[in-house]
Every structure is written in C-alpha cells, then in structure tokens.
C-alpha cells in the first residue's frame, strides 16, 4: 500500500493535470454565452443534483458577489414549485457532467417552453443537456482523483474552476471595480475599507501630547503610560510639530552616548512634519498610505490640531 503523502500528492496531480488541460482546451460558445449573461434582464439561475448541485452553489454565490445576480434552484424542488421563480429573461445554467441527469433534463424541457436561454457544463459534447442548450461548456476530465473513478473529484474542480472563469470574465465585462464588491460584502474585511472611514476607526483618546521642550524621562513615561508606542510633539499654540515613538528613542539611546542621552528633549529626537491624514479618508485609503510610507500608525489632524490615532491594527477585523 502507498504511503499517505503518495496517495495525498497523486490526488493533487491528478486534479492539476485536469486543470492543465481545460487551460489548453478550446471553448467555442464562451463569448456568446458571456455576452448573453452580461445583457441579460433576468438573472442566472444555477441548478444541479449531488456534488454538481453543490458546486453549482458556490458558482452562484461567486456570480452573485462579482455583479451577476443568480441564485441557486434546486431540480427536484423547481419540478415542485419552484419553477414560478424562473422569469422568460433569465438564464439557467445546468450542470451535470454527464449530462443525462434525469432531473436536469426534465427541467430544461419544462424551461424550453418558456423560451429561457439554458447554459450547460458537461463532461459530455453529445449528451442530451449540451444538445439541448443554448451555450455549452465542456467540462470533461480525462479521470477523477477518485482510484476507483466513482466519487466526483477532477470533475467537480473542472466545473467550479469553469464556473470561476466565467464569474470572472463577466466581472470584468460589466467594470466591476472594488468599491462594487465593498457594496455586496459590507460585513467583510474589504467592505469595511472601502465603505468606512478613518473617523470610524481612529483613537480619539487618550491622545499624549509633550511641548517640545519635554525631557527624555516624560517621553518614555508618556508612551509607556498611554500605551500607544508614540507620543506626539505640540508648539505653544498646540499644533502638531512632530512625533516621537519607540523606536524614536531607541535609536536615540543607540546613538547617544550614555551620559548625554537623557538630556536629550523631544524636539532632539522627534520625526519632524510626521504624515498626517484627514478624518474623512477611507480606511482602504489609510491603508494603502501607511504601506507605502512603511508606518504602523497615521496622526489625524484638522488645522494643524490632534484629532486622532489610526494604528495598522485598528484596520485588522475579521
């Protein structure tokens, strides 16, 4: 018996090569059928039984969240009932990789009657469902990861890797940029970023504030008592001059000789016109700055006055 990283890295290889080879392979019906879901009035509706049906589920979930409305409609229930939810604009997209599911074929003749646009993926270019649509995807793979060629492996990444592609291509067809994605994901991460605001985030107190004659011992008490790693330097009217963190006095100490070090004020060792930021930038914005300027933390200031604290960590949320 092979060894369980043998058995674990063939099952990779075979699912890869199967990938490889939808990379190679032609898909004639592709632009018609992009074309046909980007004008779409209706919206793409995705049906399939067992591992397909599961699948289809997160191809609609993907279509959904790039700007294609979809849903998923299961075949039994939509030969029940559900079929009242199909309207003549929109699009259905069938999978079955043999293509002769029973259920499948008997919705899409049910839908054929309503005039419906009908997009098939198949393992299978002469099958009953690829002769019966409209577009067709070919979904074949030479073998499934499966040793005994029964449990849908290869086949089923083909078809969520095809039904990515499509997601995709279309995504990009309609312009959908992130702040689209943010709108449809405002729970999310990226959402969040892109639809909130530095105010949202930023910490208004306490804000350590030391003039700029302050010595080395009220610096280090400032930061370690407001544990903020910085504290910041204020002129006489109270406008922000510069900053001092951590690593400020570090590389002070580090470069001072011992007797002179605390003698040393915060105007000696403070980061002069530090980067400032307004309230009302996006958190996607604030982001991106302090990457490209390499700092953990941004200073908030309206008219030359403190306002606030935005640390890279304040932008981590789960």
């Not at 291509?169 to 639809?195: C, I, Q, S, V, Y």
Request: charged share 20%; proline share 4%; glycine share 6%.
């Amino acid at each position: 018996m092979k060894n369980p990283e043998e058995i674990f890295k063939q099952a990779l290889a075979t699912e890869v090569q199967a990938l490889q080879a939808l990379q190679q392979r032609n898909f004639p019906d592709l632009q018609a059928a992009a074309t046909a879901i980007l004008h779409c009035n209706g919206r793409v509706i995705v049906s399939g039984m067992g591992k397909s049906g599961i699948i289809g589920k997160k191809i609609s979930a993907t279509f959904a969240s790039t700007g294609t409305p979809s849903f998923f409609m299961h075949p039994s229930d939509a030969l029940h009932g559900d079929l009242g939810m199909v309207k003549k604009e929109d699009i259905l997209l069938c999978i079955s990789n043999s293509g002769e599911t029973d259920e499948i074929l008997k919705l899409i003749a049910a839908l054929k009657k309503n005039s419906a646009s009908i997009i098939s993926f198949t393992g299978n270019n002469h099958s009953t469902l690829a002769k019966n649509s409209t577009f067709h995807f070919n979904i074949h793979v030479e073998k499934e990861a499966c040793p005994f060629q029964l449990a849908p492996t290869s086949s089923t990444a083909a078809t969520l890797v095809i039904g990515d592609a499509l997601a995709i291509t279309l995504m990009e067809m309609r312009g959908f940029k992130e702040e689209d994605f943010a709108l449809f994901h405002p729970g999310g991460n990226l959402g969040r970023k892109l639809l909130r605001t530095v105010a949202d985030e930023m910490t208004t107190e306490p804000l350590p504030q030391l003039p700029l004659s302050a010595d080395i011992k009220e610096i280090i008490n400032a930061i370690s008592k407001w544990q903020l790693g910085l504290t910041v330097i204020v002129d006489e009217q109270k406008n922000v001059v510069g900053i001092v963190t951590d690593g400020d006095l570090r590389r002070a100490m580090a470069k001072t000789p011992q007797h002179s070090f605390f003698n040393l004020t915060a105007k000696d060792i403070m980061t002069q016109n530090p980067a400032t930021i307004h309230k009302e930038m996006l958190l996607a914005e604030a982001e991106a700055l302090m990457h490209s300027l390499n700092k953990n933390s941004l200073l908030i200031v309206e008219a030359g006055k403190l306002q606030g604290v935005i640390y890279q960590r304040n932008l981590k949320y789960e």
